[in-house]
Nanobody, 125 residues
Framework: EVQLVESGGGLVQAGGSLRLSCAASGFSFDDYAIGWFRQAPGKEREGVSCISSRGGRIYYADSVKGRFTISSDNAKNTVYLQMNSLKPEDTAAYYC??????????????????WGQGTLVTVSS
């Protein structure tokens, strides 16, 4: 069974940092993209970032470039999202997702079938 388990959300003041983790299990794609989406109340889902399982390909949404960093530890089957300089507009439920194929700029538009349960990030002003 494919499972994605997120952790690391919470409440932080604007300008602060959080690190999200996503532990993956139960799948063995030869090449896959794993990363994060977020959804704020009343807003559309946004593809935040992804990384290819073999490394070398990373995508960031313009809204988080320069502030968020995605990384992976393949030995632990875990992907991380380091979020710095957080803004109130980063407040959302963050979901880990995995998809076959490479990470690319198509990440926000992928039809994702495997999701984590989500973790809430709240940034106060």
């Amino acid at each position: 069974e494919v499972q994605l388990v997120e952790s690391g959300g919470g409440l932080v003041q604007a300008g602060g940092s959080l690190r999200l983790s996503c532990a993956a299990s139960g799948f063995s794609f030869d090449d896959y993209a794993i990363g994060w989406f977020r959804q704020a109340p009343g807003k559309e889902r946004e593809g935040v970032s992804c990384i290819s399982s073999r490394g070398g390909r990373i995508y960031y949404a313009d809204s988080v470039k320069g502030r968020f960093t995605i990384s992976s530890d393949n030995a632990k089957n875990t992907v991380y999202l380091q979020m710095n300089s957080l803004k109130p507009e980063d407040t959302a439920a963050y979901y880990c997702a995995v998809d076959d194929g490479f990470c690319s700029t198509s990440w926000p538009y992928r039809f994702i079938e495997v999701w984590g349960q989500g973790t809430l990030v709240t940034v106060s002003s």
